[in-house]
């Protein structure tokens, strides 16, 4: 295993504060797994520096499942220099065949973003919200309904559920579970029977909500509003602001979130590289 050193971090967020701040967007670089351990798989981080050593461009690949997630920026002062592309290509080299899904991912306001993907090949793919609560949510719950961590026993339930809910084989499932070290998985139980499952990934004062899912009979019956109110209540109460993706289609999904205290701050797009 090899973690980004403190000097790789620091040139990180110095490179993405310019960018973001250039720009006016926000880049999702999910920095809990920068922050974890990283090259689980091969090289998942690229850099290119100038001459005098300052970080002009940086790719970061994240596996989720069946899929590989790619976000990149370039110094805006350094751009048309080929450096996006040249970052492009040696992680799509390592990485493309390897992967159902090669994805590239850009804040849909970024004008500069969407352009390169297009330029590169990509092919639009999906456009996910980014929703954001951070007041404690109001109270909902259902007779027999509770949340507990996961144990080690859990693990093969975890694996069905998420292969039923995100259309993956069980390996794939572990190996989302196995690339995301920093997550802390929680189970939905109906009466003691586990029903349902999603993650947290805890960083500073944030906490963001992965892999939430319900088996899809029970579904539309107020669990996962339950679920939800009582695991965003917890972390909101230790200080959080709670974050979550969800593909702009998904229209349960958003209901569900704004029902429980969730509102659009953004959006993310995401391009597929053949």
């Given at each position: 295993m090899i973690m980004l050193s403190s000097e790789q971090k620091k040139a990180i967020q110095s490179l993405q504060e310019k960018v973001e701040q250039a720009d006016g967007i926000k880049l999702k670089l999910n920095w809990d797994l920068l922050e974890g351990e990283r090259s689980l798989n091969g090289t998942e981080d690229y850099f290119h520096y100038n001459e005098k050593g300052e970080l002009l461009g940086y790719l970061a690949v994240y596996f989720f499942g069946n899929k590989m997630e790619c976000c990149g920026m370039?110094?805006?002062a350094a751009?048309?220099?080929?450096?996006?592309?040249?970052?492009?290509?040696?992680a799509a080299?390592?990485?493309q065949g390897k992967t159902k899904q090669f994805l590239l991912n850009s804040p849909t306001d970024s004008e500069s973003g969407i352009a390169f993907m297009k330029a590169v090949?990509?092919?639009y793919a999906f456009t996910e919200k980014q929703l954001v609560c951070r007041e404690v949510p109001i109270p909902y719950t259902k007779k027999g309904i509770r949340i507990r961590p996961a144990?080690?026993?859990d693990e093969p339930?975890?694996?069905?559920l998420d292969a039923e809910g995100f259309h993956m084989t069980?390996?794939?499932a572990k190996a989302l579970h196995h690339n995301n070290p920093t997550w802390v998985t929680y189970m939905i139980e109906e009466d003691n029977h586990p029903v349902g499952k999603l993650s947290i990934s805890r960083q500073d004062q944030e906490s963001w909500i992965y892999a939430f899912v319900l088996t899809k009979e029970k579904r539309g019956q107020g669990i996962g509003r339950a679920a939800l109110t009582d695991i965003v209540h917890r972390e909101v109460s230790n200080g959080k602001t709670v974050w979550l993706d969800v593909v702009c289609t998904n229209e349960a999904a958003l209901t569900l979130y704004h029902t429980c205290g969730f509102t659009e701050v953004g959006s993310q797009t995401y391009y597929t590289l053949k």
């Open positions: 370039v110094d805006p751009r048309r220099r080929g450096i996006g592309r040249m970052l492009l290509d040696q080299s390592d990485w090949g990509g092919e144990v080690s026993n339930r975890i694996y069905e069980k390996d794939e």
